[in-house]
């Protein structure tokens, strides 16, 4: 060690002492990651779990979070995501059958705040549809280093997959929460929302999408989900080898 810094020191009274400069080589972008998708049926707490893991972020990791949602949901009012016992929170509205309206909106807000969002939140994915081009949406959100967090309905009125929660899923991987809710009837686990119009189960070829809350919607299990006009070949309906799923039976 002595020599070395003798000959430093040497070569500094020449005036021949070189500074090497090394250039930083370019770090890659980090990829994001899908931190959390809560993913179930209707009163299950979805948007509440979504909300306290926003809260919680923020407050004790220190995280600037953007919170978004689709403007077909207009249960929660505008520009805001709230839970069914009144937590809320600000959320930027984005078109459902064109999200990418998120970039320019996503932009002015860094600007605004001067510097980048480290979490994209969503609420009510559901009402993505799978063509909308949100599944890419968000794997470019991954790619560009943002962590993401989101929830949604599992299943539509019919019982069958709703929008882009299923591709989410797949991002989402282990990180997918399912939540639970309970049927009306019955108090079993209600995995379907039940569609209600003027008091009677809605019909199969009702609209996919009609906003509403408690007073058009409810949990219901397999042996309470009524679902008029929904038949599947080759299966008798009338059957006595237990229900089918969904069921196909007119309302009582």
């Known amino acids: ?6 000959h430093l020191r040497t070569a500094a009274l020449c005036g021949c002492l070189v500074t090497l400069s090394l250039l930083e080589p370019e770090i890659p972008l980090a990829r994001g990651k899908f931190l959390r998708l809560f993913i179930g049926n ?18 004790y990791g220190n995280k600037k979070i953007a919170v978004f949602k689709p403007r ?7 520009n805001t995501i709230r839970s069914r016992r009144g937590d809320e929170d600000i959320a930027e509205e984005i078109t459902a059958s064109d999200p990418s309206d998120l970039w320019p909106i996503l932009s002015a807000r860094e600007s605004e705040l001067g510097c980048k969002f480290e979490i994209i939140a969503f609420d009510e994915v559901q009402f993505f549809p799978r063509n909308s081009g949100f599944f890419q949406l968000v794997k470019h959100l991954l790619e560009q280093g943002y962590d993401v967090i989101g929830a949604g309905l599992a299943f539509d009125f019919r019982g069958e997959p709703f929008g882009s929660t299923p591709d989410l899923t797949l991002l989402a991987e282990d990180r ?55 038949h599947y070949p080759g299966v008798d309906e009338t059957s006595s080898q237990g229900s089918i799923w969904p069921k196909t039976v007119e309302a009582n």
């Open 176 to 230: 997918c929460m399912w939540m639970t809710s309970y049927c009306t009837r019955c108090g079993q686990r209600a995995p379907y929302p039940q569609r209600i119009i003027n008091g009677e189960p809605a019909h199969y070829n009702s609209p996919q999408i009609l906003v509403g809350g408690d007073e058009t919607y409810e949990p219901r299990c397999d042996d309470h989900f009524i679902l008029p006009g929904r």
């Open 72 to 78: 077909t949901d207009t249960r929660s009012g505008m």
């Open 42 to 59: 209707m009163a299950s707490g979805k948007t509440r779990h979504l909300l306290t893991e926003i809260e919680t972020l923020r407050r």
């Open 1 to 6: 060690m002595l020599r070395v810094l003798n």
